[in-house]
Structure formats: C-alpha cells, structure tokens
C-alpha cells in the first residue's frame, strides 16, 4: 500500500498565543523565583548535564496558583479539540524551569507509562520576554528540519509527547518556562 500526503509542505505547529499576558508572566516567574529550585535531573534523579542543564521546580495547584492551571487546563482543552482529539484526564504537573547562559535540553521525548495514565501531550509556556535571552529555541523535529516554536512571551506550545525534542543551549540571558505534561488513558 503507498500513501500520498495531500499536502506534503504543511507541517501543523500547535500554538497558542496570548495564554498568559506579559504581566501574568511575570506574575507566574515572581512565583517561581520564590520556590527554591533544583538541578533538572535525567530519568529517576540521575543527574546527568551532558544531557539536560537547567533549574526547576514545581508549582502547586494551590489557591494562589488556581488560575495558572485553570488557564493551562483550558487552553489544552481548546489545542485538543483541534488537533489531537485525545482521551485526557489530568495535567500531570507543571514544571517552572529556568534557563541560564549555557543551559538546555537535549533531543528527548516526554512519554512514560504510569498506574494512573500515560504522557499524551506536552507543552511548553515561554514566560521570558524573548528579547530578555538569546539562544534557547524549543526545537520540534516532526520533519527533516525541525520546527523552531514561538518565542511570544505568553504562548503556549503543545504537542504529542512522543515527538522528539529539545532546548537548544541559552547563550546570552536568562529563559524561563512553564512546561507540563497531560495525561490520559493508554493509548490503544
């Protein structure tokens, strides 16, 4: 059987602009900043910086932190009606992680299997104004060449979390983001 693309040059980028204003993100790094952080480790807390470089910590979905995942949790609703149509359940967690000279992620995906679901969308928060930091691009690679995702301070990138990523290294500055993963049922 061969199969022809209808159209071969388009390739979907799921953005969402404007899910957080640049004061809201500013807000959500004031919170950040006050949460002691830790070395980003690799696979079951090796840490590991020939593979990932960066400090993170986690925000808690408490009263002063509602509207954050309240906002997220609407925002993926509206993504995956559009584009993937998943069965979801939850944000797992959001992780607040901060880039510095230096630091980034190398190509990963964010999948994994638990008990309670399965790692079916990932997304990625810029919080930075993107002129505060150089460097730093949130590279997708669905093609041969990958996609480089917005840097509007606000918008919200969302994809499967089995496609192959990374935080290309920060060279000037400092970038800061949200990123969380969604879960749902396995896939079947």
Not at 158 to 186: C, D, M, Q, Y
Request: with cysteine; net charge positive; aromatic share 12%.
């Amino acid at each position: 059987m061969s199969m022809w693309f209808l159209k071969s040059d388009t390739v979907e980028n799921w953005c969402w602009n404007g899910v957080f204003t640049p004061e809201e993100c500013k807000k959500i790094i004031e919170i950040g900043n006050k949460i002691k952080k830790q070395k980003a480790v690799v696979d079951k807390n090796i840490l590991n910086e020939n593979i990932r470089k960066s400090k993170i910590c986690f925000l808690t979905a408490d009263d002063d932190n509602k509207w954050i995942f309240e906002r997220c949790c609407y925002v993926i609703n509206q993504i995956n009606d559009k584009y993937f149509n998943y069965d979801l359940i939850a944000i797992k967690e959001i992780q607040y992680t901060v880039y510095e000279k230096g630091d980034f992620y190398d190509k990963h995906i964010d999948t994994n299997y638990e008990s309670f679901g399965t790692r079916k969308l990932s997304f990625s928060i810029q919080l930075s104004d993107p002129a505060d930091y150089e460097g730093g691009d949130l590279l997708l690679h669905l093609t041969n060449e990958p996609i480089v995702a917005k840097k509007n301070q606000g918008v919200m990138t969302a994809f499967n979390s089995l496609t192959l990523h990374e935080v290309r290294p920060v060279t000037k500055g400092r970038r800061v983001a949200l990123v969380g993963w969604v879960i749902g049922p396995r896939f079947k």
